[in-house]
């Protein structure tokens, strides 16, 4: 079979390890894909974000299958596209990316349907919002409706901050049209875990939960970044309230976009927070999340390309979805100065050894050597049988990685050690 990947970052080179297991995959491209990724499939440079390119390259090379990854193309409507030429895909249809591609449908959708989430207000006019914050409960949170790059969102802890915020977002356009409407919702505290979960609009089967550390620096310091680390399984994250979860916010989900004519199947991605009144969305994503990706696929036991197949085809049910009992540990290794000034260009030497988990996000390929382009370049993943040794694992590969311009914190895990530790 011939299969596409559209995306080339370090979740999409997880994505393509993985699915190469199947051995009835012939071929199997990468549309951009990146330097690190050229080992593992082939790269052709077309844009995740270029759809009548991947439609394109999907009809002259006859292509089987095809697994839309990050958010853009997705929320664009790259799976219909595809669909449309035949072409069986992994990933919503547009109607159902709309849970990320706006906050505004996901935060009303929870709301009618009575999934728990921040209590929230939404705003069209920055005049009205800004009204509204006078006599707005403080810390708060503001969200931009559309896709941000994962930035579109303020935590503030002052009333200046949110007035600043809402300045920024709606008057100077910072992040374009997705500010036209905000949310301005309730600020929650409590572990954060991520669950990525399989379903095919029938049923959901979710992996094993993860942690992302999204700020820059160790402590949870510094500034918000795509995800600077990730461990699986969660240790928050405890098999009553997976249970409670799956009654409360997964099976609703699923079921309140069937009722909405929006049938979503692929991965649909729960970001949870534990708060003291129960697990809450904080939000959805449409995809897999990146890192999170990066520790959850490498302890899945089953063939994940039978599995995609099954969400296309609706028989998840009768599918496998099995993970190792171990724990994993991904570093991300950046380019200093990520998530704002960077540079470029640096050799990226990965011995072969430690090659198998490590992801390539951002390098590219010139006169065969790997260097790095990108704010995020490798996310390098130990799997062991106790977290503490997956920590340790992953910063030993770490070591053994030659490039001289990496910038990574050095506390990945310890928070869920901490956790492990006192249960
Ligand atoms: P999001 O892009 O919606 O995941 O938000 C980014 C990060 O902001 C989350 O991972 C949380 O750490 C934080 N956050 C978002 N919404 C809230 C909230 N209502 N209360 C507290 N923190 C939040
Ligand atoms: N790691 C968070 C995300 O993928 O959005």
Wanted: hydrophobic share 40%; net charge negative.
């Amino acid at each position: 079979m011939k299969v596409l990947v559209v995306g080339g970052g370090g979740r999409e080179h997880a994505i393509i390890k993985k699915i190469k297991e199947n051995k009835n995959i012939t071929e199997l491209y990468a549309l951009p894909g990146n330097g690190g990724i050229e080992a593992d499939a082939k790269c052709v440079s077309i844009g995740a974000k270029d759809i009548n390119g991947i439609v394109n390259f999907a009809k002259e090379n006859k292509i089987d299958y095809a697994v839309v990854a990050p958010d853009d193309p997705l929320v664009l409507g790259c799976v219909d596209a595809l669909e449309e030429i035949g072409v069986p895909c992994f990933g919503p249809n547009k109607k159902a990316a709309i849970i990320e591609g706006s906050k505004v449908f996901s935060k009303n959708l929870m709301k009618k349907y009575g999934i728990p989430t921040a209590e929230y207000e939404v705003f069209n006019s920055a005049e009205v919002a800004l009204e509204y914050l006078k006599t707005a409960p403080i810390p708060t949170v503001i969200k931009a409706d559309g896709l941000a790059l994962g930035k579109g969102v303020v935590i503030a802890m002052t009333r200046e901050e949110a007035y600043d915020a809402v300045r920024s977002i709606m008057g100077d356009k910072k992040f374009g049209d997705s500010g036209n409407n905000i949310v301005i919702e309730e600020f929650l505290t409590g572990p954060e875990v991520s669950v990525l979960a399989f379903t095919d609009g029938k049923c959901v089967k979710p992996m094993v939960s993860s942690m992302d550390h999204k700020r820059a620096l160790d402590f949870d310091k510094g500034l918000n970044t795509g995800g600077m680390g990730t461990v699986a399984p969660n240790p928050y994250y405890t098999n009553d309230i997976a249970d409670e979860c799956m009654k409360t916010i997964f099976l609703p989900t699923v079921n309140a976009m069937n009722a909405e004519g929006r049938e979503f199947k692929g991965c649909l991605y729960f970001g949870l927070m534990l708060t003291p009144n129960g697990p809450k969305v904080i939000e959805y994503n449409c995809r897999f999340g990146d890192p999170e990706t990066q520790v959850v696929l490498p302890l899945l036991e089953s063939d994940l390309f039978e599995i995609m197949k099954s969400v296309t085809n609706q028989t998840l049910e009768n599918c496998d979805v099995k993970f190792a009992d171990k724990n994993a540990c991904c570093v991300i290794m950046a380019s200093k100065g990520y998530p704002e000034k960077y540079e470029n260009g640096f050799e990226i030497v990965i011995p072969e050894e430690i090659n198998d988990t490590v992801y390539v996000a951002g390098a590219k390929k010139a006169d065969g050597k790997l260097l790095s382009a990108g704010g995020r370049v490798l996310g390098v993943t130990d799997v062991n049988n106790t977290l503490e040794k997956a920590i340790e694992g992953a910063y030993a590969k770490v070591k053994k990685i030659k490039f001289d311009n990496a910038f990574y914190r050095s506390d990945i895990g310890q928070k869920a050690l901490k956790a492990t530790e006192a249960k």
